[in-house]
């Protein structure tokens, strides 16, 4: 018992970073399933550079198929000669492709992507922490890595080399190639997923006949991490890699990118683990507006209904996308969408979190947006004042009330006869709106009260048609309602604030003082 | 307007759909959760003319209320005018099954499912089926996705042409192009062959089955390993070794452990479905393979099912499979370099004394045990030792006890509260095997020491466990043990402590009985109502109350009253409420 301190005693769970910090080693997996028996152990093959040029290639195709032997790296004390034999023919090897010219002949082709499926076509192993978070735990690292590494570096100079030829390729690298290589993105080492990202995208650049399926396939690695598994590592990379497909995208757009970007890169921003990928997410967005600016409004709309509710971090991501989208909008889309966007925006300044509420502000500084605004300011202005009004008196935090007066300040610049005629109205807009929330209330009971004698109704409502059209009476009249209660309130006004001494009411009338100074 | 004349409920009911339509996402949520009493207002006719096609054609809404849209329009057929209107609620059940966020097309899915028993073979015909047909060959794959759930419910209604049918549609999503499509109907491969004719289950269903447990997509193929269950069970025995063996022992034998996993995961039904002498042939090499595996997630998931799969064995080669194939793997996992591998056994491994018998399981077993009992990891020895009644039923805990001891005292003092916790759980079973002597000379301290542990629910469950042994162990050795032991802790000088002494008494005065509780307890608590600390006094107006039953009515009268009515005029509001709660409660007024 002793050995336990008291504090640990109290506390069984030890923080994260503790846990962390007493897992300083650094976490290695590999899986290799059976794939051979035991390695037999290799012997040195003569150099190629010391190789008559007759004999070059019969050597280098020695040395692939030497290199297609798979060595247990979580043991680390076994077979280390010929682990460090293979290390330095795969380094001759890269080294090999890499400067030479002609040595690509058809014949090696089978045996070139022979070697490099089996070093790298594996299933990845299962992680080794169940709840692997990538924002805060380090990764577990590929265990092979010294010779896989390699591999990869091969695999990449064998694409670029000059000689290359995809024509003769592409019986080998093929659509169930693409597929495996596509899998390996979920690798956790950070490493790996940077060389498939660069090999990826060369193979995309090389095989026109490829590149439809593996956008397609692509596709489907993301709707699986979306609405199945919510977990994959390589989104940023693939999302990368997708950046520079849509930058080469021809016009007009084929109905095909306009479903991807609406059906899936829109979604992919309900991700919980959004931040890991949203810079490249965003770019890819905006990639396309700037293609079609057409596209802005169902994409704003799209964000709109995926807006965050509950996760100021991911709101903040929002805004800052959405201030991308701004940046590039043409004014005729921005007319189309301000009404909801700003009722968001109004939503967003006044949120209590006050990176959310100051994330929002900033637009306020944004050159372009301001301009927008200041063009629309007959449409903005109302949406945004009532939000403005409430939190220049009530925000906690004293840098957001700040900005909201400069806002605020800039709004009124804009168009000071509206902004007076908001302010003087601004009491009375809020008692018509808790009124309504009343008649709610009371509608409801009301309901409830029809349920407990449904039986009586259900005969009542017999006469079908009519309803559609007392629907559109009611609609009127409820409009017309509202303007009755405008009269009515006025009169009701004095009653309220004095009765009911509403804390809005009498926050505004005292603290009137702050906003002159 | 016809509401302004007598008819009430026109009025509400318009505004209503208006709220439908609310820009507050929380309101129209509040309105759809509230559909039903819309509808019940409405009428089934006006349901059905208006309401419907309104929620047809302009819900286009957030998830969130296109989810509760889904789930009430399930419960929505006595709303429309019962089974003969029923298919009225297909479309937009139909659009909801299309829709991309899954928790709310799998909820249209269901709605779908629960609807469809209440249609008439005819309307499932002419309406139902159809609309499986156009989600099954829909152009996104969602609406594809949710036809893979539909085609069971319909099936054995159906007539031969339109079965027929059927199947063509499933076969086709089972070659779909999208994994995810496949994947659905991997995952309902099961549920519909057991709709199926024999004769179809052999020629379509087989093959569908072997495609997919050899998808490119190892997601797709450990979904058929669920599928082979059912498809097992539905074959005749002479036709599991050609139609469902291969491709078992492929899973088996699959590159990736997702697969490996599943099969590990459903060992014990698999071993069911395919009977006794395919076990002995094929699933023994397959299990030890199992445990043996290269991933620790597939070893755990094995030597979970250690004990079932050795259970389930035939009779009489049972024991021979066991010692000569299954206990050599089993040896080995006992120090697997995974503590999740060790712990998954160590949850099972005592199941096999009953098993293998007295004999063997003190020659092989007992080592075993015992190796896990000095586990470095508390999990383990946590799992065999709330397993220990398995072991005592064959040899009796005395052999176990020597190991037992130094296992339980680390354990009891483990730095993890919860791993002190579950120990503590275990205390009156093991109490009950181990007996009143080994108890009182071994354990009696450590029970004591968890009183006075820094965690609350540590002191909680120690205070539970003391009542429990006191029902075990009987009333006279609570009084000479435990009793002064508790009693002496209310003139501690930690707070928390005398409180403690308060809890147990608490929990003990009803086992301990009148006698005891009068003579002992009460004093004690009396004295401790001039506490300093005031939750020391509310707690004992609260411990008046709750062993005030088991006094006698001159000793409530005498002592306790005149004690909870100078309580109740504390200068604590605490003490003062519970003091008066007291005094209500016992009648004492």
Redesign the interface.
Same mark, same amino acid.
């Not at chain 1, 790296?73 to 030479?100: G, Q």
């Not at chain 1, 996760?311 to 189309?336: A, H, R, Y």
């Given at each position: 018992m002793s050995a336990i301190s008291a504090s640990e005693k109290v506390d069984g769970f030890t923080r994260k970073s503790m846990r962390k910090a007493q897992k300083q080693r650094k976490s290695q997996g590999s899986s290799q399933y059976r794939t051979q028996s035991a390695p037999v152990e290799l012997s040195p093959l003569p150099q190629l550079k010391d190789a008559p040029s007759t004999e070059q290639q019969e050597l280098f195709t020695q040395k692939l198929q030497q290199c297609c032997m798979l060595f247990d790296f979580l043991d680390s004390v076994t077979d280390l000669k010929s682990k460090e034999i293979k290390r330095a023919t795969l380094n001759e090897l890269v080294d090999y492709v890499s400067t030479n010219r002609g040595v690509l002949v058809e014949s090696t082709y089978p045996e070139i992507t022979n070697m490099i499926c089996t070093n790298i076509f594996r299933t990845l192993p299962p992680s080794d922490n169940p709840d692997f978070d990538p924002e805060e735990d380090e990764p577990t690292l590929e265990a092979s890595w010294p010779h896989v590494q390699l591999v990869y570096e091969f695999l990449l100079r064998f694409l670029e080399n000059p000689d290359f030829q995809p024509s003769i390729a592409k019986r080998h690298i093929d659509q169930k190639f693409v597929l495996q290589l596509l899998e390996l993105f979920d690798s956790e080492d950070p490493r790996e997923r940077d060389f498939l990202k660069t090999i990826l995208h060369r193979i995309y650049g090389k095989f026109l006949g490829l590149r439809a399926f593996i956008r397609k396939q692509i596709n489907n690695i993301f709707l699986r991490f979306i609405y199945e598994t919510e977990h994959f590592n390589g989104v940023a990379e693939l999302l990368e890699i997708l950046g520079s497909i849509i930058n080469g995208f021809a016009l007009p757009l084929k109905a095909e990118h306009k479903q991807f970007l609406m059906k899936v890169l829109i979604p992919l921003h309900t991700a919980k683990a959004l931040a890991l990928f949203h810079a490249q997410l965003a770019y890819c967005v905006v990639q396309f507006l700037e293609k079609d600016p057409t596209l802005t409004e169902p994409v704003i709309r799209g964000l709109l209904k995926f807006w965050p509710k509950t996760c100021s971090q991911k709101e903040v991501m929002f805004l800052g996308e959405i201030e991308e989208i701004l940046d590039v909008i043409e004014p005729t889309q921005f007319k189309k969408i301000q009404e909801p966007l700003f009722k968001q925006i109004s939503k967003c300044v006044a949120n209590p979190h006050f990176q959310v509420a100051e994330r929002a502000l900033y637009f306020w500084n944004n050159e372009y947006i301001l301009s927008l605004i200041e063009e629309n300011i007959d449409k903005v202005l109302p949406i945004m004042f009532g939000s403005l009004y409430r939190i220049s008196k009530e925000h906690w935090n004293p840098t957001i009330v700040a900005l909201v007066y400069n806002v605020l300040k800039t709004l009124m610049e804009m168009n000071c006869t509206l902004f007076d005629e908001l302010t003087s109205s601004y009491k009375a807009d809020r008692q018509r709106e808790k009124k309504k929330e009343q008649e709610r209330d009371e509608l409801w009971k009301k309901l409830d009260e029809l349920r407990l004698s449904d039986s009586t109704l259900v005969q009542n409502n017999s006469h079908g048609l009519p309803g559609v059209q007392n629907n559109n009476n009611n609609n009127n009249n409820n409009n017309n309602n509202s303007n009755n209660n405008d009269n009515r309130d006025k009169s009701a006004e004095a009653a309220v604030t004095t009765e009911n001494k509403d804390p809005d009411d009498s926050v505004a009338a005292s603290e009137s003082s702050p906003s002159a100074k | 307007?016809?509401?302004a004349d007598g008819?009430?409920?026109?009025?509400?009911? !318009? $505004?209503?759909?208006?709220?439908l339509r609310n820009?507050d996402v929380q309101?129209r949520l509040n309105s759809i959760k509230?559909l039903s009493?819309?509808a019940? !207002?409405?009428? $089934?006719?006006?349901t059905r003319?208006?309401l419907l096609p309104f929620l047809t054609d302009t819900i286009y809404d &957030?998830d969130e209320v296109l989810l509760a849209l889904a789930e009430q329009l399930g419960n929505f057929t006595m709303l429309v005018g019962g089974p003969e209107y029923v298919h009225c609620l297909l479309p937009p059940l139909e659009s909801l099954a299309t829709v991309?966020?899954?928790v709310v097309r799998d909820k249209a899915v269901e709605s779908l499912r629960k609807i469809s028993q209440e249609h008439s073979p005819v309307d499932l015909e002419v309406h139902f089926e159809p609309l499986v047909k156009r989600l099954a060959s829909g152009d /996104?794959?969602t609406s594809r996705t949710s036809a893979c759930g539909l085609f069971s419910v319909c099936y054995p209604r159906v007539s031969s042409t339109v079965k027929a049918e059927i199947r063509q549609h499933f076969r086709t999503l089972c070659a779909d192009d999208?994994?995810?499509v496949r994947?659905a109907a991997a995952s309902k491969l099961g549920e519909f062959s057991k709709v199926l004719e024999l004769d179809y289950l052999k020629s379509d269903i087989i093959s569908l089955f072997t495609a997919l447990a050899s998808d490119?997509q190892?997601?797709v193929r450990l979904l058929a390993v669920e599928a082979c269950v059912s498809i097992a069970t539905l074959l005749p025995q002479e036709d599991l070794e050609t139609l469902v063996m291969p491709t078992l022992r492929q899973a088996a034998?699959d590159?990736? /452990?997702?697969v490996r996993y599943m099969v590990a995961d459903k060992f014990s039904e698999l071993q069911k479905a395919v009977g006794p002498e395919i076990t002995k042939n094929d699933l023994v090499p397959a299990f030890q393979n199992l445990l043996k595996d290269?991933?620790? &997630?597939v070893r755990a998931a094995a030597a979970n099912k250690v004990k079932e799969f050795c259970e389930n064995l035939p009779e009489d080669s049972r024991e021979q499979i066991i010692m000569t194939h299954i206990l050599p793997c089993v040896k080995e996992l006992v120090s697997d370099t995974n503590q999740h591998v060790k712990s998954a056994l160590a949850s099972v491994i005592m199941g096999l004394s009953t098993i293998l018998g007295k004999d063997n399981t003190i020659e092989h077993l007992l080592p075993l045990f015992l190796a896990q009992l000095k586990d470095e990891c508390p999990e383990v020895r946590l799992n065999i030792i709330s397993n220990l009644d398995c072991v005592n039923e064959v040899i009796g805990i005395r052999q176990l006890s020597q190991s037992l001891l130094p296992a339980i005292v680390e354990l009891a &003092?483990d !730095?993890? /509260?919860?791993?002190r916790l579950a120990i503590i759980e275990y205390m009156p079973l093991l109490a009950g095997q181990l007996g009143v002597e080994f108890f009182d000379e071994k354990l009696n301290t450590l029970c004591m020491a968890w009183l006075i542990?820094?965690?609350y629910a540590i002191r909680e469950a120690a205070t539970c466990n003391l009542m429990k042994l006191v029902e075990k162990f009987g009333a006279e050795w609570a009084q000479n043990t435990i009793v002064p032991k508790v009693l002496g802790m209310a003139n501690d000088p930690n707070y928390l402590h005398r409180m403690t002494t308060l809890f147990c008494i608490n929990a003990l005065s009803e086992a301990c009985g009148q006698d005891i509780t009068t003579k002992q307890m009460l004093p004690v608590v009396l004295k401790m109502s001039t506490d300093q600390v005031a939750n020391v006094r509310f707690n004992v107006a609260k411990s008046l109350q709750k062993i005030g039953p088991v006094l006698d009515s001159n000793a409530l009268q005498t002592e306790v009253k005149p004690v909870l009515e100078k309580l109740a005029t504390d200068t604590d509001m605490d003490v003062k409420y519970f003091a008066q709660e007291a005094i209500s409660v016992l009648a004492l007024a």
């Amino acid at each position: 018992m002793s050995a336990i301190s008291a504090s640990e005693k109290v506390d069984g769970f030890t923080r994260k970073s503790m846990r962390k910090a007493q897992k300083q080693r650094k976490s290695q997996g590999s899986s290799q399933y059976r794939t051979q028996s035991a390695p037999v152990e290799l012997s040195p093959l003569p150099q190629l550079k010391d190789a008559p040029s007759t004999e070059q290639q019969e050597l280098f195709t020695q040395k692939l198929q030497q290199c297609c032997m798979l060595f247990d790296f979580l043991d680390s004390v076994t077979d280390l000669k010929s682990k460090e034999i293979k290390r330095a023919t795969l380094n001759e090897l890269v080294d090999y492709v890499s400067t030479n010219r002609g040595v690509l002949v058809e014949s090696t082709y089978p045996e070139i992507t022979n070697m490099i499926c089996t070093n790298i076509f594996r299933t990845l192993p299962p992680s080794d922490n169940p709840d692997f978070d990538p924002e805060e735990d380090e990764p577990t690292l590929e265990a092979s890595w010294p010779h896989v590494q390699l591999v990869y570096e091969f695999l990449l100079r064998f694409l670029e080399n000059p000689d290359f030829q995809p024509s003769i390729a592409k019986r080998h690298i093929d659509q169930k190639f693409v597929l495996q290589l596509l899998e390996l993105f979920d690798s956790e080492d950070p490493r790996e997923r940077d060389f498939l990202k660069t090999i990826l995208h060369r193979i995309y650049g090389k095989f026109l006949g490829l590149r439809a399926f593996i956008r397609k396939q692509i596709n489907n690695i993301f709707l699986r991490f979306i609405y199945e598994t919510e977990h994959f590592n390589g989104v940023a990379e693939l999302l990368e890699i997708l950046g520079s497909i849509i930058n080469g995208f021809a016009l007009p757009l084929k109905a095909e990118h306009k479903q991807f970007l609406m059906k899936v890169l829109i979604p992919l921003h309900t991700a919980k683990a959004l931040a890991l990928f949203h810079a490249q997410l965003a770019y890819c967005v905006v990639q396309f507006l700037e293609k079609d600016p057409t596209l802005t409004e169902p994409v704003i709309r799209g964000l709109l209904k995926f807006w965050p509710k509950t996760c100021s971090q991911k709101e903040v991501m929002f805004l800052g996308e959405i201030e991308e989208i701004l940046d590039v909008i043409e004014p005729t889309q921005f007319k189309k969408i301000q009404e909801p966007l700003f009722k968001q925006i109004s939503k967003c300044v006044a949120n209590p979190h006050f990176q959310v509420a100051e994330r929002a502000l900033y637009f306020w500084n944004n050159e372009y947006i301001l301009s927008l605004i200041e063009e629309n300011i007959d449409k903005v202005l109302p949406i945004m004042f009532g939000s403005l009004y409430r939190i220049s008196k009530e925000h906690w935090n004293p840098t957001i009330v700040a900005l909201v007066y400069n806002v605020l300040k800039t709004l009124m610049e804009m168009n000071c006869t509206l902004f007076d005629e908001l302010t003087s109205s601004y009491k009375a807009d809020r008692q018509r709106e808790k009124k309504k929330e009343q008649e709610r209330d009371e509608l409801w009971k009301k309901l409830d009260e029809l349920r407990l004698s449904d039986s009586t109704l259900v005969q009542n409502n017999s006469h079908g048609l009519p309803g559609v059209q007392n629907n559109n009476n009611n609609n009127n009249n409820n409009n017309n309602n509202s303007n009755n209660n405008d009269n009515r309130d006025k009169s009701a006004e004095a009653a309220v604030t004095t009765e009911n001494k509403d804390p809005d009411d009498s926050v505004a009338a005292s603290e009137s003082s702050p906003s002159a100074k | 307007m016809a509401g302004a004349d007598g008819d009430d409920s026109l009025y509400p009911i !318009a $505004v209503l759909i208006d709220e439908l339509r609310n820009e507050d996402v929380q309101l129209r949520l509040n309105s759809i959760k509230k559909l039903s009493t819309i509808a019940l !207002a409405l009428g $089934v006719e006006r349901t059905r003319t208006e309401l419907l096609p309104f929620l047809t054609d302009t819900i286009y809404d &957030e998830d969130e209320v296109l989810l509760a849209l889904a789930e009430q329009l399930g419960n929505f057929t006595m709303l429309v005018g019962g089974p003969e209107y029923v298919h009225c609620l297909l479309p937009p059940l139909e659009s909801l099954a299309t829709v991309e966020e899954t928790v709310v097309r799998d909820k249209a899915v269901e709605s779908l499912r629960k609807i469809s028993q209440e249609h008439s073979p005819v309307d499932l015909e002419v309406h139902f089926e159809p609309l499986v047909k156009r989600l099954a060959s829909g152009d /996104w794959f969602t609406s594809r996705t949710s036809a893979c759930g539909l085609f069971s419910v319909c099936y054995p209604r159906v007539s031969s042409t339109v079965k027929a049918e059927i199947r063509q549609h499933f076969r086709t999503l089972c070659a779909d192009d999208t994994p995810m499509v496949r994947r659905a109907a991997a995952s309902k491969l099961g549920e519909f062959s057991k709709v199926l004719e024999l004769d179809y289950l052999k020629s379509d269903i087989i093959s569908l089955f072997t495609a997919l447990a050899s998808d490119e997509q190892d997601s797709v193929r450990l979904l058929a390993v669920e599928a082979c269950v059912s498809i097992a069970t539905l074959l005749p025995q002479e036709d599991l070794e050609t139609l469902v063996m291969p491709t078992l022992r492929q899973a088996a034998e699959d590159k990736s /452990w997702r697969v490996r996993y599943m099969v590990a995961d459903k060992f014990s039904e698999l071993q069911k479905a395919v009977g006794p002498e395919i076990t002995k042939n094929d699933l023994v090499p397959a299990f030890q393979n199992l445990l043996k595996d290269c991933e620790a &997630e597939v070893r755990a998931a094995a030597a979970n099912k250690v004990k079932e799969f050795c259970e389930n064995l035939p009779e009489d080669s049972r024991e021979q499979i066991i010692m000569t194939h299954i206990l050599p793997c089993v040896k080995e996992l006992v120090s697997d370099t995974n503590q999740h591998v060790k712990s998954a056994l160590a949850s099972v491994i005592m199941g096999l004394s009953t098993i293998l018998g007295k004999d063997n399981t003190i020659e092989h077993l007992l080592p075993l045990f015992l190796a896990q009992l000095k586990d470095e990891c508390p999990e383990v020895r946590l799992n065999i030792i709330s397993n220990l009644d398995c072991v005592n039923e064959v040899i009796g805990i005395r052999q176990l006890s020597q190991s037992l001891l130094p296992a339980i005292v680390e354990l009891a &003092e483990d !730095a993890k /509260w919860r791993v002190r916790l579950a120990i503590i759980e275990y205390m009156p079973l093991l109490a009950g095997q181990l007996g009143v002597e080994f108890f009182d000379e071994k354990l009696n301290t450590l029970c004591m020491a968890w009183l006075i542990d820094h965690v609350y629910a540590i002191r909680e469950a120690a205070t539970c466990n003391l009542m429990k042994l006191v029902e075990k162990f009987g009333a006279e050795w609570a009084q000479n043990t435990i009793v002064p032991k508790v009693l002496g802790m209310a003139n501690d000088p930690n707070y928390l402590h005398r409180m403690t002494t308060l809890f147990c008494i608490n929990a003990l005065s009803e086992a301990c009985g009148q006698d005891i509780t009068t003579k002992q307890m009460l004093p004690v608590v009396l004295k401790m109502s001039t506490d300093q600390v005031a939750n020391v006094r509310f707690n004992v107006a609260k411990s008046l109350q709750k062993i005030g039953p088991v006094l006698d009515s001159n000793a409530l009268q005498t002592e306790v009253k005149p004690v909870l009515e100078k309580l109740a005029t504390d200068t604590d509001m605490d003490v003062k409420y519970f003091a008066q709660e007291a005094i209500s409660v016992l009648a004492l007024a």
